[in-house]
């Protein structure tokens, strides 16, 4: 077992789970609006969801590793230019952190919960995310592919749910953090566009 694969997939999801995106910013919001707990709601629903994309995954990938070493370096190939596009897309972005509220109306703790989880498990992109991305963090030969890619997937889910978590229990103050910190923006956004960068550099070249 290759624990240096682990770590460095904790620390890169880690970075990305900071990262400002629709999803923290979404938890952000909502706990700003509707409170702590029913911030950690939308959290729990989003890392049930990725449940159902970490099956996906583990049981396609695994079976195609299976049928031909061509098409397990293709899905990598894949992987590392999405992971690429990714990095170009935050480039194109605004290094800005938008928090306006809006008119966000108030929830129900299991109307979040919910709406956390549809809206993770009906996002194709994240399907996709986990295919580009875990397939590079195989880090065993003797433990099967499945459970490799389970374990993968639930130290994504924990690593996420602590930070978002976090983003959560401590909105209040990074909400106004953020609002009187414009240039946070700019470090997180070069931040992130290393990361999807070094990402895909590791998934382009990792072995099986």
Known sequence: ??????????????????????????????????????????????????????TLVAFGVSAIIKQSEVLFFVIKLFGALYLFFLAYKVFKSEASVNLSEGNLPKKSFGQLFKQGFVMNVLNPKVSIFFLAFFPGFLFSTTISNVLQ????GFLFIIVSFIIFGLIAILSGFISEYLKKNSKVGVVLKWLQIVVFIGIGVFVLFSKK
């Open 1 to 54: 077992m290759n624990y240096e694969i682990l770590y460095t997939f904790v620390i890169a999801i880690s970075v990305l789970a900071i990262t400002p995106g629709p999803d923290n910013i979404f938890v952000l919001m909502q706990s700003v609006v509707n409170g702590k707990k029913y911030g950690l709601a939308v959290v729990a629903g989003l890392m049930t969801g990725c449940l159902i994309h970490t």
């Open 149 to 152: 890619f389970y374990i993968l």
